[in-house]
Each structure stands twice: as structure tokens, then as C-alpha cells.
């Protein structure tokens, strides 16, 4: 059995199961982040059922029913009959502006922070005159008196106040509901009066005072769309089809200006029907939490392997240099240790900032670890040395998880080091000739 214990590739074998097996709570932990990143998403759904999900403006739009007569002809007998459809003429108007601010805060749900926000918001335009013609329609089956002037919204629970249109000279409260889902499947529509032998244009305007949370987000109706929007959220992330042409993100807040003409996007000013999906061109701005720990703890466990088999190899040599023999055990109880920081760090990063949690986390493992080496090897200077490599390695994770545009650079390039350094490290060491049990001294 003695021979077994100083056997080198025996050690060699013992190691490398070790640290297999520690793969195991490794990816219980990286399972332990997916289950509290869904609790959070939970509470953010609950938060955002009662206040108002994420918002997207999607309007403008007139909504014109026509009729459509088919001939059907019946297998059976042959007989003929004509069935009449309704269907709809949707147009686009020639310019939209939209203002407004966004006015967020933070709820809480137990132990997770949700963004949600007010908005006030107005939309003004114009449709310039319709040629009904063009649409190959006889304008006697065209329903000018059923025209809707359509606004689409996520979800209508957000809308704190009743909604007025100015159409022209007159003011048109909003209905609930749209008649059509061609275009946009929730929103609001309000009944106008469109004249086909009318040539002027209609300029609309209306304020909508709604609730939401996270994203609010905005549809180039527009042939020519013009959004403006500020807000004193200072973590925005302007995302969707479009970026802004101008920002300003400060201390104070944000402003962005997007202007989009409808030559951008991949459909036209009126179309029938479901000939064209609008939903794909949205653009807007996410409010984003300034920290946003579990993606950063997914990020940081990636790495848990490289501690341990970093940590499994200074300890071999530590074996094979100082003539010391670690046992298994010990190997274990230091592995577990390691896996333990990340535990540790998703907690603590629930209630502290993030950067606090990692480093409170990363101090309690260096001192238990640093504390356990002193105590089975004996050496204050071999003590020193795991806590000073260790201390190298999270300083290394840490500064990845900063840096995420260059994690990817820094990662390989702090691994090319580190082989390196073990590669120097043991270019002298004659494998072939490595005798453990020369002067051995047992530890444990």
C-alpha cells in the first residue's frame, strides 16, 4: 500500500479524478444560477402583470373596412352564391412625431429589484390625401364611415388616462380594442371621418400617459418618423432595428433622437390585409439595472475549473519539489473549497454590489485556504504562496468580468500565461527519474 501512495502516476490518477468529480457541484452551482436568474424573471413577470409589461408603440394607422364579394360554387349541386368579406385598407401616415418622457423606478419583489416606469407621451402627424383609386377597389364597397384611426400598445393595463384624438378640429376619445389584427394585435381605436373626394390632409394629435416596465419601444410608421426621448435613467441600452442619431447619456439621465424615413424598412405607406409585418422594425431603449449579478456569476464560474486544476497542480508540485506528501483528502477539502467561493458569491451578490460580494468572497476563500496549507504543510512561505497565487487568479476572473468587451482576449491570454508558467516551472524536473519516496515526509 506504501508503494501505492508514493506511486507517481498513481498521484497522477488521484488528481485527475479529483478534479473530475468536483465538475460535479461545479455544475450544480452553474444550475443553482439558472434557478435564482428564473426566480428573478419570475418576479419581474409578477411585478409586470400588475403594473404593465414591455410596451411597444405601434401606430398610427388607418384602418379602413371594405367589402369583398366571392363567388362560390357548390360541388355538390353546382349552384352559385356570393359571399361577402370584410377586409381592411391599412395606411400609414406621411409624418409622425413622437415626444415624451420616461419617468422609471425601481420596484421590489422579496430580494429582486424590477424596473418599471411612467410615461407621457405625445404623437402628432399628418396623413396627406389618400388616392383610394389606387387600391382597386370600388369606393362604393369601401366603408369611410367605419374608419379606424388605430393605435397599437402592448398592454392596455398600462394606460393611466382616458385618450383623446384631435383629428383635425374635432376630439374623438379613444375605444378599447381594435376590429382588425392585420397589423397589430392589442391597442386602442378611436372612429374618423374620411372623405375620399376631400384632397386636404389630416393632422392628428394625441397624449398618452402610460405604464410599463424595462422596454419601450416604437414602430417607424412614419414616412417620415421623427422620435424624440429623454428620461433621468442613467443605465440605458438602445436596442431594436434602429440606434439613435443622436444620444446623450449623463449622470442626470438620457436623451436620444432617432429619425427614420421609410425608405429604412421593408414595407410601404398602405398595403390591404396581412400583406406586410411591421414588428420587426421596432427600435427603443431598454432601462437597464446598473448590475446585473448572474450574468456576471455565469461569466465568472466559467473558470472554476482553471482554479482547480491550477491549484491541484501547484500543490503537486509543492509534492514533488519539497519531497511532501498531500493527501487525497486534503486535496478534496481544498477543491470544495474553491467550488464553495462561487456559492458564496451568488449569495452575497443578492443583497451586496456585485464587485463587494466578489471580493468579500474571494478574501473568506484565500483565508481559509491560505489557513488550511499552513496548518497540514507546516510552512508559512508555502502558505504564502498558494494564498499569492490564488490571490493572482481572482484578481485574473475579476478583471475579466470588468473588462466584457475584452474577456475573450484577456481570458487567453492570461491561460497562455499561466501554461507558460507552469511549463517553466517544471522544465527541470527529470519525470522519468522522479523518485517521491526520496527523503518523503507524509502530510495529514
Known sequence: MNKLKYNLFFKIGTIV??????????????????????????????????????????????????????????????????????????ILPTELKINGEVKPQKRNRGIFDIVVYNSDLNLSGTFQHIDFESFDIPLKNIQFDKAEFVVGINDLRGIDQQVNLNWNTQNIPFNPGISSSDVVYSGINALVNIDSKDSTAYAFSLNLDFKGSQMLYFTPVGKITDVNISSRWQDPSFNGAYLPDKKEVSDTGFKANWNILHL????????????????????????????????KSYRSIQYAILFVIFTFIVFFFIEVMNKVFIHPIQYILVGVALVVFYTLLLSLSEHLHYNFAFIVSALSTLLLIGGYVKAILKSQKLSLLISGILSILYLFIFVIIQLQDYALLIGSIGIFLILALVMYYSRQIDWYNLNMEEDKKEVG
Open 17 to 90: 479524478i479529483i478534479t473530475l468529480l468536483l465538475l460535479i457541484p461545479t455544475s450544480m452551482i452553474t444550475g443553482l444560477i439558472h434557478e435564482r436568474e428564473s426566480r428573478q424573471n419570475e418576479a419581474i413577470t409578477e411585478v409586470s402583470g400588475k403594473w404593465g409589461g414591455h410596451q411597444t408603440i405601434s401606430g398610427p394607422i388607418l384602418s379602413i373596412p371594405y367589402l369583398k364579394y366571392i363567388k362560390e360554387t357548390n360541388r355538390r349541386d353546382s349552384s352559385e352564391k356570393i359571399v361577402t368579406i370584410k377586409e381592411y385598407i391599412h
Open 264 to 295: 429604412n424598412r421593408n414595407f410601404p405607406q398602405f398595403w390591404t390585409n396581412t400583406a406586410y409585418n411591421i414588428d420587426n422594425s421596432s427600435f427603443g431603449v431598454d432601462l437597464l439595472l446598473p448590475v446585473d449579478s448572474y450574468q
